[in-house]
């Protein structure tokens, strides 16, 4: 009898830890709410108020952060955290309505990711802007307005819409683009912007208007958010000493920083829209909005005027 009380004793216990979100995941994403407290309403000062939910993927359970729920499937767990068994994809990584209908961050662990813990937290924020965006009361009706989904209700035509990217002369285009946005450090970031508004010009011409506008809203919607998250991770490094974070040190930071730039630069200098698909436009549209923002830094105040397009953020500066 003793023997099976210990064993029941040992599967509660057991059960109840499994309950519990993993210490680090706690700190991680309690830097990630510091870097958003302190850095985001530099940007835009309605970013500060939108709300960042979170439900994280562990190997057993799924734990919400940042939030409370009134869906039956969540229960209270230890240190009053909303869990349920996991049902989602553990490599998750992705910003969604879903709990409550709210944005939410759907996000596996730094090891089901592939990410390190710096490099998880810092794309807690890129997620954290498309809640920004997705939050604008125009959002879903400027995208249904682009006619593009072709009666997909799900969402999931934006991943999986019929982009020319294996046809060559559209690579050429696109790396001329891309190639013209990696002369800004040597050339007159005004000549590089005239340049640029041609061939974006000349590329409109060439894909026709469907195909155009789903760059446009690629460039704005995973572009601008990694351009953002590189601006964020220089913010990150000299703002380090205002951030408790015992779990990093400033060295990790800056070599994160580097991995950035070096996965940026070899998109747009050695890939391809062919290789990359809707990735390569991460990388250009990170590319437009570095050149925007060195041409005319009060950018972000034009940021909403048009959803899914960047093109007036280009006549902003003429």
Request: hydrophobic share 35%.
């Amino acid at each position: 009898m003793r023997n099976l009380v210990f064993v029941l004793v040992s599967l509660i216990a057991s059960f109840a830890i499994a309950q519990c979100p993993k210490e680090s995941i706690i700190q991680l994403i309690e830097v990630a709410n510091q870097l958003k407290t302190q850095l985001v309403e530099s940007y835009w000062q309605e970013w500060s108020e939108v709300k960042m939910p979170i439900l994280q993927i562990d190997d057993e359970s799924e734990f919400l952060f940042n939030t409370q729920s009134s869906d039956t499937t969540f229960h209270q767990s230890c240190e009053n955290y909303l869990s349920r068994p996991t049902s989602l994809n553990k490599s998750l990584l992705a910003t969604f309505p879903l709990v409550d209908g709210q944005p939410t961050i759907v996000v596996g662990t730094p090891e089901n990711t592939g990410k390190s813990p710096e490099a998880w937290t810092i794309t807690l924020l890129h997620e954290h802007f498309h809640q920004l965006q997705f939050s604008h009361p125009n959002y879903y009706s400027a995208q249904k307005a682009l006619q593009l989904d072709n009666g997909d209700q799900t969402g999931m035509w934006m991943l999986n819409y019929p982009f020319p990217y294996d046809q060559k002369p559209v690579n050429t285009h696109l790396k001329a683009i891309a190639a013209n946005l990696l002369r800004l450090d040597s050339l007159d970031p005004r000549e590089v912007l005239l340049t640029h508004k041609t061939l974006k010009n000349q590329l409109r011409e060439q894909l026709g208007e469907d195909h155009y506008k789903y760059l446009n809203l690629q460039l704005w919607q995973e572009g601008y958010a990694r351009f953002v998250e590189l601006d964020l991770t220089q913010k990150w490094i000299e703002n380090f000493d205002q951030i408790k974070q015992n779990q990093f040190q400033l060295e990790e930071i800056l070599t994160l920083q580097q991995q950035q730039e070096e996965e940026y630069t070899t998109h747009l200098e050695r890939s391809s829209p062919m290789e990359l698909k809707r990735v390569y436009f991460y990388a250009l549209g990170a590319a437009e909005a570095n050149l925007i923002n060195e041409v005319n830094p009060q950018w972000k105040s034009a940021y909403f005027d048009s959803l899914f397009t960047t093109d007036h953020l280009l006549k902003t500066v003429e």
